[in-house]
């Protein structure tokens, strides 16, 4: 039987992430106190629904909207201010993107691209790691990513996606006095995610023969 790959999939995944943010500390003068970089990674687990359509030659295109709920933190002492730690968490992943991909029957072949947007917050904690100042964005930005997946049921597929999100930089205002720097009126938080999740979807469909153009 040929596998058809065409129809709508809800499902679930789970994984691993990395955010690197890189800091810098603004002032009205536009004068920049770098803070530097640092990684954190943590888990993330979500869903997952889309609609695919295959081609009587064996390309899939489909669309997807992904949700994760993450755990991704990253701290340091300051550069600037050791007394201080700087934490900056990732807490929440949205993807909504577009795949291409090829089918070898029930094993299929895709990449992605699209849009992704990231609740996150930034936090200075003194020495009692206390928080003196925070703040909390939602980002918008840009998301690639390549992944197989496999049918092992006319209607169950498992797989495993890599996903790189570019969410660019962003300046934030302190509701308070920065503790670090006083002159400082925004803190610009540069922010780039890795994910890999594995992946159970179910698709609502079967076995069948995929839609061929007819001359």
């Known amino acids: ?8 999939y809800i499902g679930g995944n789970a994984g691993w992430g990395n955010a690197r943010a890189c800091l810098n500390f603004i002032d009205a003068f536009g004068n920049t106190f770098a803070e530097g970089c640092r990684s954190g990674s943590g ?21 997807e909207g992904q949700g994760d709920w993450a755990n991704l933190r990253a701290s340091r002492a300051s550069l600037i201010n050791p007394a201080f730690t700087e934490r900056a968490k990732v807490d929440g992943i949205g993807l909504i993107t577009g795949q291409i991909g ?18 996150s917050r930034f936090d200075i904690l003194n020495f009692a790691g206390t928080s003196v ?31 790189h999100l570019f969410m660019g930089n962003r300046n934030n205002t302190f509701s308070v006095v920065n503790p670090i720097v006083a002159a400082a009126i925004n803190d610009r938080l540069k922010l780039d995610v890795d994910m890999v999740a594995v992946r159970f979807n179910y698709k609502f469909g079967g076995y069948g023969a995929p839609v061929a153009a007819r001359y």
């Open 102 to 119: 090829y089918a070898w029957n029930n094993a299929l072949f895709y990449v992605k691209g699209g849009g992704a947007v990231t609740g």
């Open 133 to 163: 100042a925070s703040v909390s964005a939602t980002r918008w930005g840009a998301a690639v990513g390549v992944g197989f997946e496999y049918g092992f049921t006319p209607n169950w597929t498992v797989g495993v996606e890599y996903d």
């Open 1 to 8: 039987m040929v596998y058809d790959w065409s129809g709508f």
């Open 43 to 63: 888990g993330l687990v979500g869903g997952q629904i889309g609609y695919r359509w295959q081609t009587g030659g064996g390309w899939v295109f489909g669309v």
